[in-house]
């Protein structure tokens, strides 16, 4: 099959769980000998068209910001991504595209063009849907994003997700799911060791500095535990448009000497080396489509504590008091939580061995699996 898919950034240039997702996918299809494309915007260097490991990437447009000064996604990069692809799917034919939402105005031209395209079917994979949230996101704007996300809803495709989460609240919107396919990990990666040169911290937070990430809980959960005569160092790997405001919780509480920021991380084999040199990976976030870091950080025997909210997909992946904690979104309750992993080891290791074998459970082979059967008979 020529299958390609849609989303508005690619990895490695974002590390995000969307694109670390596609990737994973797009480059195991081409080694069950299928051809793969991806349009993105042009986030590298040199030619429009670049092949790597067997993966063709198209930079349907320029790569700008995705989200605006106050963390909200940006309304242009979305509409330039969506023209990009029109236009591209004008010359360009495909055996099936599979576009990945919330990329919902690339969507829509997807489908436009595919209406018009003999032979190309059109594949949905929902990572979230927004449904009532689109106000709090994105404003008076938002009015508009979730009148196009009901049209998305409402095209007459094979509409996949990532989790039961994201299934229900789809079928909200009036569409079941196809099928929940699971993102994996990749074992064999797992069992490497990459501590060389990595600082070590007992609590580790991954992620895009946007306010649906929700850090600001962890900084006033960890001023708690310095109350309460603990000082645990805290990392914090990720950028986006709230890291000033976040820098500056930090300094407002004088926990300089116990968080810091420490930006992005180049390669994939530096997330893991954070991960192994971690005792606890904080998942705070208000909102997951999935939540890949907390699949990953059990491949590495790292317990998880996250939030027990309606819109944290993530949360359905940490078995309670089993492989980590899903508590009440309040400081008290995630510092509570912390104190436990990082002063009971024999309890920590205990989740740790848990984690690892709910790990070995979900791996890509068996997303590939699923993805290429659905796929074949989407074709078909």
Same mark, same amino acid.
């Given at each position: 099959?020529r299958?390609?898919?849609?989303?508005?950034?690619?990895?490695?240039e974002s590390?995000?769980?969307v694109?670390?997702?596609?990737?994973e996918?797009?480059?195991r299809?081409?080694?069950?000998?299928?051809q793969?494309?991806?349009?993105?915007?042009?986030?590298?260097d040199?030619?429009?068209?670049?092949?790597?490991?067997?993966?063709?990437?198209h930079g349907?447009c320029?790569a700008?910001?995705?989200?605006?000064?106050?963390?909200?996604?940006?309304?242009?990069?979305?509409?330039?991504?969506?023209?990009?692809?029109?236009?591209?799917?004008?010359?360009?034919?495909?055996?099936?595209?599979?576009?990945?939402?919330?990329?919902? #105005? $690339?969507? =829509?031209?997807?489908?436009?063009?595919?209406?018009r395209m /003999? @032979?190309?079917? +059109?594949?949905?994979?929902?990572?979230?849907?927004?449904?009532?949230s689109?106000?709090k996101e994105?404003?008076?704007v938002?009015?508009?994003?979730?009148?196009?996300?009901?049209?998305?809803?409402?095209?007459?495709?094979?509409?996949?997700?990532?989790?039961?989460?994201?299934?229900?609240? #789809? $079928?909200r =919107?009036?569409?079941?799911?196809?099928?929940v396919?699971? /993102? @994996?990990?990749? +074992?064999?990666?797992?069992?490497?060791?990459?501590?060389?040169?990595?600082?070590?911290s007992?609590?580790?937070?991954?992620?895009?500095?946007?306010?649906t990430k929700?850090?600001?809980?962890?900084?006033?959960?960890?001023?708690?535990?310095?109350?309460?005569?603990?000082?645990?160092?805290? #990392?914090v790997?990720?950028?986006?448009?709230?890291?000033?405001?976040?820098?500056?919780?930090?300094?407002r509480l004088?926990?300089?000497?116990?968080?810091?920021l420490?930006?992005?991380?180049?390669?994939?084999?530096d997330?893991v080396?954070?991960?192994?040199?971690?005792?606890?990976?904080?998942?705070?976030?208000?909102r997951?489509g999935?939540?890949?870091?907390?699949?990953?950080?059990?491949?590495?025997g790292?317990?998880?504590?996250?939030?027990d909210?309606p819109?944290?997909?993530a949360?359905?992946?940490v078995?309670?008091?089993?492989?980590?904690?899903?508590?009440?979104?309040t400081?008290?309750a995630?510092?509570?939580?912390?104190?436990?992993l990082?002063?009971?080891?024999?309890?920590?290791?205990?989740?740790?061995?848990?984690?690892?074998?709910?790990?070995?459970r979900?791996?890509?082979?068996?997303?590939?699996?699923?993805t290429?059967?659905?796929y074949?008979a989407?074709?078909a």
């Amino acid at each position: 099959m020529r299958i390609a898919f849609v989303y508005d950034t690619a990895y490695p240039e974002s590390k995000g769980g969307v694109e670390k997702r596609v990737w994973e996918l797009a480059r195991r299809l081409v080694g069950r000998g299928h051809q793969v494309h991806l349009l993105v915007p042009k986030a590298w260097d040199g030619l429009d068209r670049l092949e790597r490991e067997g993966v063709i990437l198209h930079g349907v447009c320029e790569a700008r910001p995705l989200y605006t000064s106050r963390g909200r996604r940006a309304v242009v990069p979305a509409l330039a991504h969506a023209i990009g692809v029109f236009h591209h799917l004008r010359t360009e034919q495909y055996d099936l595209i599979d576009c990945q939402i919330p990329a919902h #105005l $690339a969507t =829509l031209a997807a489908w436009y063009r595919t209406r018009r395209m /003999s @032979g190309t079917k +059109l594949v949905i994979t929902w990572h979230e849907a927004w449904e009532q949230s689109w106000l709090k996101e994105m404003g008076p704007v938002g009015h508009i994003g979730r009148r196009i996300e009901n049209l998305v809803a409402g095209i007459a495709s094979t509409h996949l997700t990532v989790s039961e989460h994201t299934a229900e609240t #789809l $079928a909200r =919107l009036g569409q079941p799911a196809a099928a929940v396919i699971p /993102s @994996g990990v990749d +074992l064999s990666y797992a069992a490497r060791s990459w501590r060389s040169g990595i600082p070590a911290s007992d609590v580790l937070f991954v992620g895009r500095l946007v306010p649906t990430k929700n850090l600001g809980l962890l900084i006033e959960a960890t001023a708690l535990l310095v109350e309460r005569g603990i000082f645990p160092r805290v #990392l914090v790997v990720g950028d986006g448009p709230h890291r000033m405001t976040w820098q500056n919780q930090v300094d407002r509480l004088g926990l300089n000497d116990c968080i810091e920021l420490v930006g992005t991380v180049e390669t994939e084999s530096d997330v893991v080396a954070l991960l192994e040199s971690s005792k606890v990976l904080a998942v705070p976030s208000l909102r997951e489509g999935f939540g890949m870091i907390v699949l990953e950080a059990a491949a590495h025997g790292v317990p998880v504590v996250t939030v027990d909210h309606p819109r944290n997909a993530a949360r359905h992946l940490v078995r309670h008091d089993v492989t980590g904690f899903s508590v009440p979104p309040t400081p008290d309750a995630f510092a509570d939580a912390l104190q436990i992993l990082l002063e009971d080891e024999a309890r920590r290791q205990g989740m740790a061995r848990e984690a690892i074998e709910t790990a070995r459970r979900a791996t890509w082979d068996a997303a590939v699996d699923t993805t290429e059967a659905i796929y074949a008979a989407r074709v078909a």
